[in-house]
C-alpha cells in the first residue's frame, strides 16, 4: 500500500534552519558565490546543511552537470520535474534562472504549462525524459531516453538523465521540509497550468 502526500504539507517539518555564518567553512565557502548571487542562502540549504558534506557533493553534482549540458536543456528538465512535483521551491528559482539565462518567456511559460509542442525537438525530448522520471518513480524510462539519445548522443543524454534524478531527489527533499518560494514568480500568479 502506499500513502501518498500533498506536494505542500499542512505541517511543515520543524527540522532548524542553520544560517550562513554558522555553516563550516569549506561550505561556506563553496556557497559563497551562489548566496552573493541571489542575495541570501536557500532554505534547502539551510536545511540540508544538517548533513553538510552530502549538501557540499550534492551542490558540487548540480554545478557538475550545469556544466555538462547546454541550459536549455537543464531548464526544461529542472522546470519540468519542479511543476510536475509541486516543488514550488525550485520552480520559482528555475523560473528566474533560465529567464537570466537568456530562455525567453514564452518557453518558460510553455515548460511550467506542460506545452512541450512548443519547444525545440531536444528540450521537448529532454522535458519528456523528466516527465517520465517522475511518472515512472524509480521505474525504467528507456523509451523517452532514447529518443532523447538519438537527438543528442550519449554523453548529454546520460547527463540529462541525471540532471532528471537530481531534481526528482531535490523535489522529495523540498516539499517534504515544506519549503516555500522566497521570492514570487517572475510569471506572476497563476502561471503553474500543470
Known amino acids: 500500500m502506499y500513502l501518498c502526500c500533498h506536494p505542500l504539507s499542512v505541517f511543515p517539518v520543524s527540522t532548524p534552519r542553520i544560517p550562513f555564518e554558522q555553516l563550516p567553512e569549506d561550505l561556506r565557502e563553496q556557497l559563497r558565490p551562489r548566496v552573493e548571487r541571489l542575495g541570501y542562502l536557500g532554505e534547502f540549504f539551510q536545511v540540508a546543511a544538517h548533513q ?48 537570466a539565462l537568456g530562455i525567453e518567456e514564452a518557453t518558460v511559460r510553455a515548460l511550467v504549462a506542460g506545452e512541450l509542442d ?49 531534481y526528482l531527489a531535490h523535489a522529495t527533499m523540498s516539499n517534504t521540509w515544506g519549503l516555500q518560494p522566497p521570492v514570487a514568480s517572475p510569471l506572476g500568479e497563476g502561471a503553474v497550468h500543470a
Request: charged content about 25%; overall charge negative; some cysteine.
Open 52 to 99: 553538510p558534506e552530502a549538501l557540499s557533493h550534492f551542490a558540487a553534482f548540480t554545478e557538475a552537470l550545469k556544466g555538462a549540458l547546454p541550459a536549455p536543456l537543464t531548464e526544461a528538465i529542472a522546470l519540468t520535474v519542479a511543476t510536475a512535483t509541486g516543488n514550488d521551491y525550485e520552480r520559482v528559482q528555475h523560473e528566474r534562472l533560465a529567464l
Open 118 to 166: 512548443r519547444l525545440a525537438p531536444e528540450q521537448r525530448a529532454a522535458a519528456e525524459l523528466a516527465a517520465e522520471v517522475v511518472a515512472a518513480r524509480g521505474g525504467s524510462c528507456e523509451a523517452s531516453y532514447r529518443r532523447l539519445e538519438e537527438l543528442v548522443g550519449a554523453e548529454v543524454a546520460v547527463g540529462c538523465l541525471m540532471v532528471a534524478g537530481r
